[in-house]
């Protein structure tokens, strides 16, 4: 997420060498968190680095997708309802919804999930009336507490007041039987 200069910045330094992973714990501590120190952590974090507030670019996700790309299926799907597909009730409760709770996704696949080849992950976002240069996004994927795969995204600019779409594809790696 794109945020304030106060929890968490986009970063300027072009040094990308490895250096010894950072604790959730360490990079709280930090008065500005970057991208690069996000790629140090060493597993998943309790809860996001930035809070809500630091979206000074009105950044929505509005629709998320996961598919098999060997098979077309869809794995998992979820869209946040237009202001048309809620009622008055419906508005009244996101209203009083707590902001955090919406950045949270939770899914639970089978363990065939893991036997799959090649993924493609759909992200639908808004952008608000401000520019967006240089969008980031990284996305870490562990497995009891081990990092299978990193990804590190950069949308480049992002025109204000836009309906974005990207699909990611993953080649799954292979898990040891120690993992399984």
């Known amino acids: 997420m794109i945020s304030k200069m106060r929890r968490c910045s986009s970063s300027t330094s072009a040094d990308n060498r490895i250096r010894e992973p950072l604790t959730e714990a360490e990079l709280r501590a930090r008065p500005i968190i970057t991208p690069e120190d996000v790629l140090r952590l060493n597993k998943i974090t309790d809860d996001y680095l930035c809070e809500p507030d630091a979206n000074i670019y009105d950044i929505e996700f509005t629709r998320f997708k996961i598919r ?16 048309e597909e809620l009622d008055i009730d419906d508005l009244n409760l996101e209203k009083r919804d707590d ?26 976002f808004n952008v608000g009336s401000k520019p967006v240069n240089k969008f980031r996004m990284i996305e870490r994927h562990f497995f009891r507490d081990r990092l299978l795969k990193s990804f590190d995204f950069e949308f480049g600019f992002c025109i204000p007041n836009s309906r974005n779409t990207c699909e ?8 040891s039987e120690s993992l399984s």
């Open 168 to 175: 990611h594809i993953y080649d799954f790696p292979q898990l």
């Open 68 to 83: 098999d790309l060997d098979t077309d299926q869809i794995l998992f799907e979820i869209a946040k309802p237009t202001s």
């Open 99 to 124: 902001t955090s709770a919406a950045r949270f996704v939770r899914y639970q696949f089978t363990p065939a999930f893991l036997l799959l080849k090649h993924v493609g992950a759909t992200v639908e």
